[in-house]
């Protein structure tokens, strides 16, 4: 025994010591930080009025080419005899499959980041990218509630299953999540909520997989803040993919994070900048050309977001008057560069015109994020006798701006097509009801001395909102039977008419009464649950045999809760 155990221990040290000559003899990587980019000095009046004509900026080389992202097998080389996913097991047949894909393929200009590659199939998909593919499944399934849930439930484990239980890590997985996040309102459950973590297990496999830096050995080159730079044109379809979801991630991530005011682990940094600008040059698809916009949005958004600390968890930014000027200058001025170089094609994207007027409210909210017992802590240090933010006219007037723009947004929402309000993504729902809540805190009071209470009211036209919104919503609800599929769109309508119920109470001066909830963007999860228990208490008296009232609201409801720590004023 005691040789075998001498033997042993020679053998470890033998190994030991080949590991200790290797690790000598390899040459150590130089390691350096990303460089940070400059910031940018833009020209805007945040009161003008959100215009579609601009001009356009050179694109060259912008046909769209086939794209190689990877190489797939045909059906018929492939075996599956050992294959258990959603198709074999029945849930889902192969022609529902193919539709499946052939609907999130159109789904492109609302979320470019995750695309298919041209000659891809669904058998190839099967094997090469099963999360991928059963992501796509559950997003594109909301004809099907019932199969919807349950492909929904198959997605949520088989992430929870590879990345906890196995460690796993690849684009695979990675582009399941966005999907999964990117229309997070099909498939919320109250009792599972974890948009927030969701986030930021993406952004970590992000990094894990090396994603948010250049590979070792990548051309790099000189990249220029315009698109006519000389792009290196060897990149491997592996790569342009790497470099499109690394974009999507930093852009959804980061505008739920601002949703959520949580601090979001993936900022804005010259790489993805880098990224953004190859995309557009090799124009692998047509949808890449639009990435840089995306980009240059979110990236804005997150400038917002530190400038005047909506991320603290609820408290005041500790800002003066000269400080918040300031910021609006500077803000200010990117926005008018956005205004005037994005070109009419950025334009033409729903998404990229709806997340623009959306930042229109955001970087105004701060003027309604101030009252008058806090105004001490927005005074000028360098003057004793300047007067306080909250008294200020600049207050003042960035408070009608904020009013303009959420009208604004919400006149712009109301201009969608069906088909192009359908597509729009997890975030952009919940913005919607945001710019309803800023109209709600003017309705009730926007709390400046300068202002009349009565006048912004009427110049907030509430109701008008509301009555629009809910007809829009019903116009495309989708029946089956004669009966309307409780969706998304279901739920958003009834919400919607809760609002509205809320708002007659408040213009009738009942305000004061204990029947009146507190409507707030400050405070979104007790908002939403008082209008969640008054539409159930409505819903009491429904039919047995129907879906219970929680079952009714579904999702979406739930999805609105969740949004814990949006706060207007």
């Known amino acids: 025994m005691t040789s075998r155990v001498a033997e042993m221990e020679q053998k470890l040290d033998g190994i030991l010591n080949l590991l200790a000559a290797k690790s000598q003899a390899e040459p150590q990587p130089n390691s350096s930080s990303a460089p940070v980019s400059p910031p940018e000095n833009m020209p805007l009046d945040l009161s003008e009025m959100f215009e579609l004509s601009f001009p356009l900026l050179p694109l060259e080389n912008t046909t769209p080419r086939p794209f190689q992202q990877m190489t797939l097998p045909t059906t018929s080389d492939v075996g599956y005899g050992g294959l258990h996913d959603v198709i074999s097991k029945g849930i889902v047949s192969t022609k529902e499959a193919e539709d499946a894909l052939k609907e999130f393929a159109s789904r492109a200009s609302a979320f470019p980041f995750v695309l298919l590659p041209p000659r891809s199939s669904l058998e190839s998909l099967r094997h090469e990218r099963p999360i991928l593919l059963l992501a796509i499944l559950a997003n594109t399934s909301q004809s099907n509630l019932p199969v919807q849930h349950l492909l929904e439930t198959e997605l949520r484990e088989t992430i929870a299953s590879r990345t906890i ?42 990094i894990d997989l090396g994603l948010h830096r250049p590979k070792l050995g990548e051309v790099q080159s000189s990249y220029s803040n315009t698109l006519g730079f000389e792009c290196p044109k060897n990149f491997t379809s592996a790569q342009i993919e790497e470099k499109r979801t690394l974009v999507g991630c ?132 360098t003057s004793p006798s300047r007067t306080s933010w909250y008294h200020s006219s600049s207050r003042t007037e960035m408070l009608i701006r904020c009013l303009q723009a959420a009208k604004d947004y919400l006149d712009m929402v109301l201009s969608l097509t069906p088909r192009e309000f359908c597509r729009l993504t997890a975030p952009n729902y919940i913005e ?51 009966q309307a599929q409780r969706n998304s769109i279901w739920n958003m309508k009834l919400l919607c008419q809760e609002v ?15 029947q009146v909830m507190n409507l707030s963007f400050t405070q979104i999860i007790p908002s939403i649950h008082g209008l969640c228990g008054d539409l159930l208490t409505s819903m009491a008296g429904f039919n047995t045999g129907e879906s219970s009232p929680s079952d009714i609201m579904g999702d979406w409801i739930a999805f609105m809760a969740s949004q814990s720590n949006v706060r207007s004023g």
């Open 250 to 381: 930093f852009c959804l991530t980061s505008s739920i994070c601002r949703i959520l005011r949580k601090a979001n682990s993936l900022k804005y940094h010259d790489y993805i900048e880098q990224c953004c600008q190859v995309l557009s040059e090799v124009s692998v698809t047509e949808t890449d050309r639009l990435l840089p916009f995306f980009a240059r949005i979110h990236r804005l958004g997150e400038e917002v977001n530190d400038a005047f600390d909506y991320s603290n968890h609820g408290g005041l930014a500790n800002l003066d008057s000269v400080r918040i000027e300031m910021f609006n200058r500077t803000l200010s001025q990117q926005f008018q560069d956005i205004q005037r170089y994005f070109p009419a094609e950025a334009w033409s994207n729903s998404i990229l015109r709806i997340s623009y007027a959306h930042l229109r409210i955001y970087v105004a909210e701060i003027s309604l994020n101030v009252v008058a017992s806090d105004s001490h802590q927005f005074m000028a240090t």
């Open 500 to 514: 509205k119920k809320w708002h007659t109470r408040v213009v009738s001066g009942a305000s004061d009464s204990d």
């Open 432 to 482: 919607i009801f945001y710019a309803l809540l800023v109209l709600g805190k003017f309705t009730e009071s926007c709390d400046s001395p300068s202002l009349d209470d009565g006048q912004v009211r009427q110049a907030a036209n509430l109701r008008f909102y509301l009555d629009s919104l809910d007809e829009k919503l019903g116009n495309i609800l989708v029946y089956n039977d004669g």
């Open 165 to 206: 239980m196995h460690g796993e890590k690849s684009i695979d997985l990675l582009q399941g999540i966005l999907l999964y996040l990117a229309w997070y309102h099909y498939h919320y459950n109250p009792e599972k909520e974890n948009l927030f973590q969701l986030t930021q297990m993406a952004n970590t496999m992000v």
